[in-house]
T-cell receptor, first 116, second 114 residues
Framework: ETGVTQSPTHLIKTRGQQVTLRCSSQ?????VSWYQQALGQGPQFIFQ???????GRGNFPPRFSGLQFPNYSSELNVNALELDDSALYLC???FGTGTRSGNTIYFGEGSWLTVV | AQSVTQPDIHITVSEGASLELRCNYS??????LFWYVQSPGQGLQLLLK??????LVQGIKGFEAEFKRSQSSFNLRKPSVHWSDAAEYFC????????????FGPGTSLSVIP
């Protein structure tokens, strides 16, 4: 157990809809990252939040957005869903970020999103 | 650009046999390296990590990995494979700038024959 919990575990959405995925970080962790893992591929970095602000982003369009709350829980929002957004979305938490941290990133079980 | 290569898409071994999964990385600075395992329908579990120091790293479930800077490699090994080791294995490099991100390889799928 990593102490990172995600919800929902599975969901199905229609193309064009919006979705919100949630993540509760491991206790004491103030940094959360989100990754997208398409079927048969390795996870791809979406973005990272540190102390409630986005401080790093991968190659994903603006319709992928997020929030981090004062208790360090987090949301991933995806607008105008496309078929290619179907994937496993992984949340990861850690303490500190960048060169200030040498710590490991712990992943949750993920949320499976299917867009039809 | 940073990247991770796992040359073997799929490997099949017999239970009790030894295992080596290959990983090569491209990163300009001293790398932070990880191996994660993912069982079907599950999230990622950290097997081991290398940040600095001893280049032979011990992990959970009897796995070990060796960092070889000259070869830009971080191969994962296990002396005797168990049927429960069948899973997808991901090698990854941690990139540390103003933020952390982990770049994953494409994964190696391991099948174990009883």
């Amino acid at each position: 157990e990593t102490g990172v919990t995600q919800s929902p575990t599975h969901l199905i959405k229609t193309r064009g809809q919006q979705v919100t995925l949630r993540c509760s970080s491991q206790s004491g962790h103030n940094t959360v990252s989100w990754y997208q893992q398409a079927l048969g591929q390795g996870p791809q970095f979406i973005f990272q939040y540190y102390r409630e602000e986005e401080n790093g982003r991968g190659n994903f369009p603006p319709r992928f957005s997020g929030l981090q709350f004062p208790n360090y829980s987090s949301e991933l929002n995806v607008n105008a869903l496309e078929l290619d957004d179907s994937a496993l979305y992984l949340c990861a938490s850690s303490f500190g970020t960048g060169t200030r941290s040498g710590n490991t990133i712990y992943f949750g079980e993920g949320s499976w999103l299917t867009v039809v | 650009a940073q990247s991770v290569t796992q040359p073997d898409i799929h490997i099949t071994v017999s239970e009790g046999a030894s295992l080596e999964l290959r990983c090569n990385y491209s990163y300009g600075a001293t790398p932070y390296l990880f191996w994660y395992v993912q069982s079907p329908g599950q999230g990622l579990q950290l097997l081991l990590k290398y940040f600095s120091g001893d280049t032979l790293v011990q992990g959970i479930k009897g796995f070990e990995a060796e960092f070889k800077r000259s070869q830009s490699s971080f191969n994962l090994r296990k002396p005797s494979v168990h049927w429960s080791d069948a899973a997808e294995y991901f090698c990854a490099v941690g990139v540390k700038t103003s933020y952390d991100k982990v770049i994953f390889g494409p994964g190696t799928s391991l099948s174990v024959i009883p």
